[in-house]
T-cell receptor, first 118, second 112 residues
Framework: GAGVSQSPRYKVAKRGQDVALRCDPISGHVSLFWYQQALGQGPEFLTYFQNEAQLDKSGLPSDRFFAERPEGSVSTLKIQRTQQEDSAVYLC????????????????FGPGTRLTVT | DAKTTQPPSMDCAEGRAANLPCNHSTISGNEYVYWYRQIHSQGPQYIIHGLKNNETNEMASLIITEDRKSSTLILPHATLRDTAVYYCIVRLTNNAGNMLTFGGGTRLMVKP
């Protein structure tokens, strides 16, 4: 079946521009996560949704970062007034609300959006 | 979640077993050990997880020491496609909202 998809795959923005990154989770997956991955580093948690409710946004680095999931499926991560330090790969992951028989809350990741701020 | 320590890089010959170590000395009793890998330009991919018993699936085996302070991921017959960054993560799994806390991982290079 279809996995997690993200668009665009690559985005170049000039410093100060606003950007919007889209995530389409696996159909039926209630949980959705956003992660930020700087070059050469492991992914770092940004925020978590259960359906349309944003239950954890403790990882968002500043108030320029905003995420939404208004209908409990597609999610958008918006970054306002982009800065060079925002350059990173932004990963989206989704998971079931209840564990399967074999795997406990496995997260399925999309390919990421590489954001470059110039 | 407990922190993990992994070697930054390892090499392995194609066809040989790759043994990737991970230390997690501060793991608590209800935390699982998870392994994910990330192939270049892709998102992380789940490999295997365990609590205290050794586990095996079609991708790999996971050996956890009796005191649970360390573990080893074993790829029994490494191929060139196994070249990736491997992340060892300890994580509570009592809630669907538990995020993954990645460290630096081990960059495994499988060589012909």
């Amino acid at each position: 079946g279809a996995g997690v998809s993200q668009s665009p795959r690559y985005k170049v923005a000039k410093r100060g521009q606003d950007v919007a990154l889209r995530c389409d989770p696996i159909s039926g997956h209630v949980s959705l996560f956003w992660y930020q991955q700087a070059l050469g580093q492991g992914p770092e948690f940004l925020t978590y949704f259960q359906n349309e409710a944003q239950l954890d946004k403790s990882g968002l680095p500043s108030d320029r970062f905003f995420a939404e999931r208004p209908e409990g499926s597609v999610s958008t991560l918006k970054i306002q007034r982009t800065q060079q330090e925002d350059s990173a790969v932004y990963l989206c992951a989704s998971s079931l609300i209840r564990p399967t028989n074999l795997i406990t809350y496995e997260q399925y990741f999309g390919p990421g959006t590489r954001l470059t701020v110039t | 979640d407990a922190k993990t320590t992994q070697p930054p890089s390892m090499d392995c010959a194609e066809g040989r077993a790759a043994n990737l170590p991970c230390n997690h000395s501060t793991i608590s009793g209800n935390e699982y050990v998870y392994w994910y890998r990330q192939i270049h330009s892709q998102g992380p991919q789940y490999i295997i997880h365990g609590l205290k018993n050794n586990e095996t699936n079609e991708m790999a085996s996971l050996i956890i020491t009796e005191d649970r302070k360390s573990s080893t991921l074993i790829l029994p017959h490494a191929t060139l496609r196994d070249t990736a960054v491997y992340y060892c993560i300890v994580r509570l799994t009592n809630n669907a909202g538990n995020m993954l806390t990645f460290g630096g991982g081990t960059r495994l290079m499988v060589k012909p």
